[in-house]
């Protein structure tokens, strides 16, 4: 997916995208979201840009890490 904007910042992009994508059901509560090496994968990133979008998911409460079994979609409130 090399449709980025890459005036903005891209790790913000991706947050968004996983957002959206949890918004839309695509990944629903507890389920596991693509880690880092998966979104580099996916949009053409480095894995220092996918590790922050993925902090700040994580930061703002959208996922949960568990450390050695990945990322996952925070339950809801």
């Known amino acids: 997916m090399s449709d980025l ?5 891209v790790w913000r992009q ?3 995208i996983i957002s959206k994508r949890i918004a839309d059901g ?4 507890g389920s596991r979201v693509p880690g880092i090496v998966e979104l580099s994968a996916e949009f053409g990133i ?5 590790q ?10 959208v ?3 568990e ?5 996952f ?5």
């Not at 695509?26 to 509560?29: A, E, L, Q, R, S």
């Not at 922050?52 to 409460?61: D, S």
């Not at 979609?73 to 409130?77: F, G, L, N, T």
């Open 26 to 29: 695509t990944y629903p509560p």
């Open 73 to 77: 979609v925070a339950d809801s409130k």
């Open 46 to 50: 480095a894995a220092s840009t996918a």
């Open 67 to 71: 450390l050695g079994l990945g990322t």
């Open 52 to 61: 922050k979008a993925l902090a700040h998911l994580r930061t703002t409460g």
């Open 5 to 9: 904007d890459r005036s903005r910042p």
């Open 63 to 65: 996922v949960r890490t």
């Open 14 to 16: 991706v947050a968004e």
